[in-house]
């Protein structure tokens, strides 16, 4: 199957959502909700690219390529659309980057500074949001300051994290009977450190 990109014929397998097939082929399209091998829903906005025949911009995370496709990557109306998006998931992230022991690690902190997305532009975040760390078991704590919602926790347990209210106000919980089920690789889906590894204090 061959698609373009970027004014650019490539060929892919058309087995994989566009996501996977332009990582294959080289060309970077970051995300925020997504991760290899993991279950998902798109959800954050980062990675979504211009299919240039409909008119429309799409997630390339959930989407598959068709046959004779065109899109576009690094156009600056598809850039702009993914600093929104980081924008917003920074709105709803209330921790202090320049103290956070897990910065050097952090998806969303590394992607705003090589986007220029503005940590202010959308106002404070829900009060609602939990501040202190929670201890889900054994070595694996949660902050929910640091949580984005991309739900990468709540899709990959069984029992475990779940969403909570809704709209601006919806956070991730996980109940006190759940968490000694949580597998502690789940950790590794976290894409701002909210899941980490730590011994207790």
């Given at each position: 199957?061959r ?6 014929w ?11 097939e332009l ?12 991760a290899?091998g993991?279950?998902h ?8 690219v211009?299919?240039v025949?409909?008119g ?5 995370c ?10 576009e990557?690094?156009?600056?109306e ?8 980081l ?13 956070c022991?897990g910065?050097?690690?952090?998806k969303?902190r ?23 760390r929670?201890?889900?078991?054994g070595?694996?704590f ?8 991309c739900?990468?926790c ?23 009977e759940?968490?000694e ?13 909210a899941?980490?590894m730590?011994?207790?204090?």
């Open positions: 199957m698609i373009k990109v970027n004014n650019e490539i060929d892919v397998d058309g087995s994989r959502v566009l996501l996977q990582c294959a082929a080289g060309i970077r399209v970051p995300s925020m909700c997504y290899d993991a279950k829903q798109a959800s954050c906005m980062v990675c979504m211009k299919d025949r409909k429309q911009m799409i997630p390339s959930s989407t598959l390529p068709q046959e004779g496709m065109e899109i990557t690094d156009s600056e598809v850039l702009e659309l993914r600093r929104m998006g924008e917003l998931l920074l709105s709803d992230h209330r921790a202090r980057c320049g103290v022991e910065k050097g690690k952090c969303l590394e992607l705003a500074l090589q986007f220029g997305a503005k940590w202010v532009r959308y106002g404070k975040p829900s009060s609602s949001v939990h501040e202190e929670i201890h889900v078991n070595a694996l949660f902050e929910p300051a640091k949580c984005i919602r739900g990468l709540v899709y990959n347990t069984v029992d475990g994290f779940t969403f909570v209210n809704r709209g601006f106000e919806m956070q991730v919980m996980i109940p006190e759940s968490r089920h949580v597998d502690e690789r789940v950790a590794d889906l976290c894409p701002t450190g899941l980490y730590k011994k207790e204090d």
